[in-house]
C-alpha cells in the first residue's frame, strides 16, 4: 500500500514539473487622488503552496520593470500605487508558488491611463438596418464597447457590447439611413472610457436618367462630413441592383465623370433599386444606403433580321423577324439597282407585323443588286438591318434540254437555302421538277409544252439556323421560247372560198410572242396602202373602206423575236378580183 502511494506522489511531482504558473488576469487601472489603482482577478494554480503576487512597475512599456511590491495574501484583488505627480507607469503581474520546476507566466502589461480610442470604421446599410462596424480598440484592458447615437438633443447610449466590433440597428426608418450619426466608446472593468470615435453615419446614394432618349442611369454617392468614406476600402466598389423586387446581383458599369457610375442595362418600366458595396481587407463588407429609380425611356429599336426579299410584278415582298419592338418614327426601303440607291419612304404601322409588301417600281426584269431596311426611333437612332437580295432566274435552250441557272438567295444570316425548280404551266399552275437544291443550276430535260414557251420559275427556302420555320422567296418566271418561222402566199383573193385565202399576212408556225412587229403594204406606186403592229391583223384588200384594185403589191414585215433577233421580210403579193 505505502508503495502504490509512494508512486502516485511520483506521479504528480512529475507532472508538476513540466507546467507553468498561470499569471493574474490584470483588468485594468485606475486614477483615483493621486494615485493609480490595479484590478486584477486571481486565478488557480494547484501545483502547491502560495507565496505571493508580485508587481512590476517601469516607466517605459519596453522595461526595464522593478519589482514595486510583493502580496501575500491571496484573496488581494487590488494596489494602490502613489502617483502624485500623475506620471505614465506600466505595470505586469506574477505569482510565485512553491513549485520547483516550473515557470511563472506574466499577466498583461497595462498602463495608468485610460484604454485607446476606437476607431469606427462604417456605418453600413444591410438589409434595411444599419450595422455600425470598428476596429478593436488595441488596449488589452478593454472588456466592452458603448455605442451612442449622436442627436440635436444629446448622445445616447443604444447598447453595450464585449467582444463584437459590429453592431445592427433595427427600426431605423428609411428616410432616415444616411441621417442617423454614431459613435463608439471602448471601456474597461475599472469604469474608464475612451474619448468618443469619430461620429460616423451611412454613406446615401442618388441618381438620375433612365428618362426620355436618356436610358442610361447616372449614379453618384451622397456624402456628408460624417459618412462612411467608402474610398478608403480595400477592394473595388461593387454595383449591386434589384429589378422590379427581384433579388440584389451584381451589375456592370462604367465611370462616368468624377466618381460618377454609369449603368445601361435598363429596360423601359422596370424600377430599379441600387447599392454599392466595399470590402476591408479582412473581409468586412459596408454598403451605401438603397437608390430606387423607374425607367421611363423611348424603347429603343432593337435589331431584327430581314429573311429575304421576293420582286413579284409590281410589289416586293420583305418578310422580317418578329421582335415586338416599338414603332419607329420614319422608315424606308433603299434599294440598289446597278450601283445606284432608291429610297422608298415606308408607314411606320408597316412594321406592326412581321414582313411588309411595298410597290416596286419599274420592270420586273429590271434586276434589284441588294435591298435594306432604314429605321428611325424617336430619339434620332438609325437601325439598319441586314442586307438582302433576291433570287433571279435565267432560262436558255442547252445542249439535251432547257438549262436554267439562277443568283442565290441572299440575306447575311446564319440557315440553311434551298432551292425548288418548277415549270408553270399554260394554265397558270406549277410542275415540281426538282426540289432542296443547294446547286444554282438545272437542266430540264422534260418535254417541253406542246404550245406557247417553255416557263420556270424558283423558289428559294429559307430556314433560319436552330428553328423548324422555313420562308419561300419565289423567282421570276423565265420563258424558253420557240423561235418562230413565217411564211407568205403570193396571191389572195378577197372572193376565195376559203376564209384563210380572203385576206393577205404573215402565217407562223408558233403563236408569236413579238415585239416592235410592223407590217406595211405598198401599191406599185410606193404609196402605202395599208399597216399593222398586230400579228392577228392582216389585209383584207381594201384601201380606205373601199376595194383595192387587182394587181401587184409590195409588202414589208419586221419583228423583234422573243430571243431578241430581229427579223425582216420584203415581197410582193397579188390581189385577184
Known amino acids: 500500500m505505502f508503495l502504490r502511494f509512494l508512486l502516485f506522489g511520483l506521479t504528480v511531482c512529475s507532472w ?72 505614465q507607469f506600466f505595470y505586469y503581474l506574477s505569482y510565485r508558488y512553491d513549485c520547483p520546476g516550473t515557470t511563472a507566466l506574466t499577466s498583461d502589461t497595462l498602463d495608468n491611463r485610460i484604454p485607446d480610442p476606437v476607431i469606427l470604421r462604417s456605418v453600413s446599410v444591410e438589409e434595411g438596418d444599419l450595422v455600425v462596424g470598428w476596429d478593436p480598440s488595441p488596449s488589452p484592458e478593454v472588456s466592452g464597447y458603448v455605442i451612442l447615437e449622436v442627436t440635436a438633443a444629446g448622445t445616447f447610449p443604444l447598447d453595450t457590447v464585449t467582444t463584437e466590433n459590429s453592431y445592427r440597428i433595427t427600426g431605423v426608418p428609411a428616410d432616415s439611413l444616411t441621417t442617423r450619426e454614431y459613435v463608439v466608446v471602448a471601456i474597461d472593468p475599472c469604469g474608464n472610457d475612451t474619448p468618443q470615435s469619430q461620429i460616423t453615419s451611412a454613406t446615401g446614394l442618388t441618381g438620375s436618367g433612365g428618362t426620355g432618349c436618356t436610358s442610361e442611369v447616372s449614379l453618384t454617392r451622397v456624402q456628408t462630413a460624417t459618412s462612411t468614406n467608402l474610398d478608403t476600402l480595400a477592394e473595388p466598389l461593387l454595383l449591386f441592383a434589384s429589378v422590379d423586387g427581384g433579388p440584389f446581383t451584381e451589375q456592370p458599369y462604367r465611370m462616368g465623370g468624377g466618381d460618377t457610375l454609369v449603368y445601361d442595362e435598363g429596360n423601359d418600366g422596370e424600377t430599379i433599386c441600387f447599392y454599392q458595396q466595399g470590402q476591408y481587407a479582412t473581409g468586412e463588407t459596408v454598403r451605401t444606403d438603397t437608390f430606387c429609380i423607374t425607367l421611363d425611356i423611348v424603347p429603343p429599336l432593337r435589331p431584327f433580321d430581314v429573311y429575304g426579299i421576293e420582286v413579284n410584278g409590281s410589289m416586293a415582298r420583305l418578310p422580317f423577324e418578329a421582335t415586338n419592338n416599338p414603332l419607329p418614327v420614319q422608315a424606308r426601303l433603299e434599294l440598289y439597282r446597278r450601283g445606284v440607291v432608291e429610297e422608298l419612304p415606308l408607314l411606320p404601322d408597316d412594321f406592326a407585323v412581321s ?52 443568283t442565290p438567295l441572299v440575306n447575311n444570316l446564319p440557315g440553311t437555302v434551298t432551292y425548288d425548280v418548277l415549270r408553270v404551266n399554260p394554265d397558270g399552275s406549277f410542275t415540281s421538277l426538282a426540289d432542296s437544291l443547294t446547286d444554282l443550276t438545272y437542266l430540264d430535260q422534260s418535254a417541253p409544252p406542246t404550245e406557247g414557251p417553255n416557263c420556270y420559275v424558283i423558289t428559294a427556302n429559307y430556314s433560319p439556323a436552330d428553328t423548324d420555320s422555313s420562308f419561300p422567296f419565289l423567282s421570276n418566271v423565265a420563258c424558253v421560247f420557240e423561235e418562230p418561222e ?67 403589191y409590195l409588202y414589208t414585215l419586221k419583228y423583234t423575236t422573243p430571243t431578241g433577233n430581229l427579223s425582216q421580210r420584203t415581197g410582193v403579193v397579188h390581189l385577184i378580183r
Open 16 to 87: 508538476l514539473s513540466a507546467q507553468e504558473i498561470a499569471a493574474p488576469d490584470f483588468l485594468c487601472t485606475r486614477s483615483e487622488a493621486g494615485g493609480e489603482v490595479l484590478s486584477w482577478e486571481n486565478v488557480t494554480n494547484p501545483c502547491g503552496p502560495y507565496v505571493a503576487t508580485d508587481v512590476y512597475r517601469s516607466t517605459d512599456e519596453a522595461g526595464p520593470y522593478n519589482l514595486l511590491t510583493s502580496i501575500t495574501d491571496l484573496s488581494d484583488t487590488e494596489y494602490r500605487d502613489e502617483n502624485p505627480t500623475g506620471a
Open 486 to 552: 413565217v411564211f407568205f402566199p403570193n396571191v389572195f383573193s378577197p372572193a376565195a372560198q376559203q376564209p384563210e385565202n380572203r385576206v393577205f399576212g404573215p402565217f407562223f408556225n408558233a403563236a408569236p410572242q413579238l415585239v416592235d412587229y410592223e407590217f406595211l403594204i405598198f401599191n406599185r406606186w410606193g404609196a402605202l396602202v395599208f399597216s399593222s403592229d398586230n400579228p392577228g391583223l392582216p389585209w383584207t384588200g381594201r384601201i380606205d373602206g373601199r376595194p383595192a384594185a387587182s394587181g401587184t
Open 355 to 406: 414582313g411588309l409588301t411595298v410597290p416596286f417600281a419599274g420592270s420586273p426584269q429590271e434586276i434589284i443588286d441588294s435591298a435594306r431596311l432604314v429605321l428611325e426611333d424617336a430619339c434620332g437612332d438609325i437601325l439598319i438591318t441586314n442586307t438582302v437580295g433576291p433570287v433571279y432566274l435565267f432560262a436558255s435552250p442547252g445542249a439535251g434540254g432547257t438549262r436554267l441557272d439562277w
